[in-house]
C-alpha cells in the first residue's frame, strides 16, 4: 500500500522560512511533486522532483525562493520554503506517479496523495 505523510507546516511570518517533507512508503522509486492549495482556488504545482536523476521542476511563483530535493535513504522529500510571502498559504500536498521516475508533465497524472500539511504565511 502506497502511502505519503507531510509535515512541517506551521504559521510564520512574511520573511519567514519552512521545511515541508514528505514521507514515502510502498515504492521502491518514485518522483514527487508538490502542490498547494489556498482557501477559493484551484490546487496549483509547486515543484517535481526525478526519482532517477534528481531533476527538479518548479512553478515561476516560487522560483528562486523553494527548493525541492530528496533523502532516498530516508525515503523522504523536501521543500525548502525560503522568503515565505501571504500569497503561498495554502494546503500543501505531496504526491507521486505510481511506477514512474520522471516528473515529466508534472503538474497532472498523480495517482497517490498525502493528507496535506497547512502552512500560513501572515502579513
Known amino acids: 500500500q502506497v502511502q505519503l505523510v507531510e509535515s512541517g507546516g506551521d504559521l510564520v511570518e512574511s520573511g519567514g522560512s519552512l521545511r515541508l517533507s514528505c514521507v514515502v512508503s510502498?515504492?521502491?522509486?518514485?518522483?514527487i511533486g508538490w502542490f498547494r492549495q489556498a482557501p477559493g482556488k484551484e490546487r496549483e504545482g509547486v515543484s517535481c522532483i526525478n526519482d532517477s536523476d534528481g531533476l527538479t521542476y518548479y512553478s515561476d511563483s516560487v522560483k528562486g525562493r523553494f527548493t525541492i530535493s530528496r533523502d532516498d535513504a530516508k525515503n523522504t522529500v523536501y521543500l525548502q520554503m525560503n522568503n515565505l510571502e501571504v500569497n503561498d498559504t495554502g494546503i500543501y500536498y505531496c504526491a507521486t506517479k505510481h511506477g514512474k521516475h520522471s516528473c515529466l508533465g508534472w503538474r497532472t497524472d498523480y495517482d497517490s496523495w498525502g493528507q496535506g500539511t497547512q502552512v500560513t504565511a501572515s502579513s
Open positions: 510502498g515504492l521502491d522509486y518514485f518522483p
